[in-house]
C-alpha cells in the first residue's frame, strides 16, 4: 500500500528562517504529489501541486517544492519565513490510476516574531 | 462562490449517540471524499462518494459508519452508537472530477467528542 512520510512533526523558527519540510512517498510508478496547508481554525488549502513537468514546483506564499524521484522525496521549502506561515501542513501523493489521495501525518510549524 | 461548507463544526455526543456530519459542496462539484483526523495523524480516506452512488468505501469502518449523497441536498456522515475512539475531526472535501485530475477543496471540518 502506498504511504506518505512526514519525518519532521513539529518545527519551530524564528522569522526570516529558510524552511525546508520533508515528505517521502512509497510508490514507483507515476504519482501526483501535493502539499497543504491548515492554517489554525481553517481548512486544508492547496500550496502547490506536481503533476508533471518541472520538478521544481511554486506555489502561492513564496512556498515552492521540488520532485526529486530517485529520492521519492517532494520537499516543501521556503527562503524566509514569515509569523504568518505558522500552520499544519501536509504532503500527499496520489499514485496513476488512483483516485484516493495518501496523506502523510502533517508537520507543525510555529514561527516566532 | 461558496467554498465547501460543513455543519456542525463541533458536535459533542455522548457514547451510544449517533452523530450527523453533513457536507455541502461547492456549487458544481459531484465528487464528494470524505477524511478523518485523529490527534497526531494524519488525513485517512473514509469514502468516496459521488451524486446517488458510493464509489469507495474502503477506508469506512463497516460497522456503524455510514453515508450518502442524495440527488439533493448535503453529503451525510452519519456514525451509530458512537464510542470514544471516534472523537475526531472529520473533513470533506469536493472536486468537479476525480481527485488527482481535479483539485480538492476542502471544508472546516466537524470536530466530534464524545463523552
Known sequence: ?113 | NAGVMQNPRHLVRRRGQEARLRCSPMKGHSHVYWYRQLPEEGLKFMVYLQKENIIDESGMPKERFSAEFPKEGPSILRIQQVVRGDSAAYFCASSPGLAGVNEQYFGPGTRLTVT
Open chain 1, 1 to 113: 500500500a502506498q504511504s506518505v512520510s512526514q519525518h519532521n512533526h513539529h518545527v519551530i523558527l524564528s522569522e526570516a528562517a529558510s524552511l525546508e519540510l520533508g515528505c517521502n512517498y512509497s510508490y514507483g510508478g507515476t504519482v501526483n504529489l501535493f502539499w497543504y496547508v491548515q492554517y489554525p481554525g481553517q481548512h486544508l488549502q492547496l500550496l502547490l501541486k506536481y503533476f508533471s513537468g518541472d520538478p521544481l514546483v511554486k506555489g502561492i506564499k513564496g512556498f515552492e517544492a521540488e520532485f526529486i524521484k530517485s529520492k521519492f522525496s517532494f520537499n516543501l521549502r521556503k527562503p524566509s519565513v514569515q509569523w504568518s506561515d505558522t500552520a499544519e501542513y501536509f504532503c500527499a501523493a496520489l499514485s496513476g490510476g488512483s483516485y484516493i489521495p495518501t496523506f502523510g501525518r502533517g508537520t507543525s510549524l510555529i514561527v516566532h516574531p
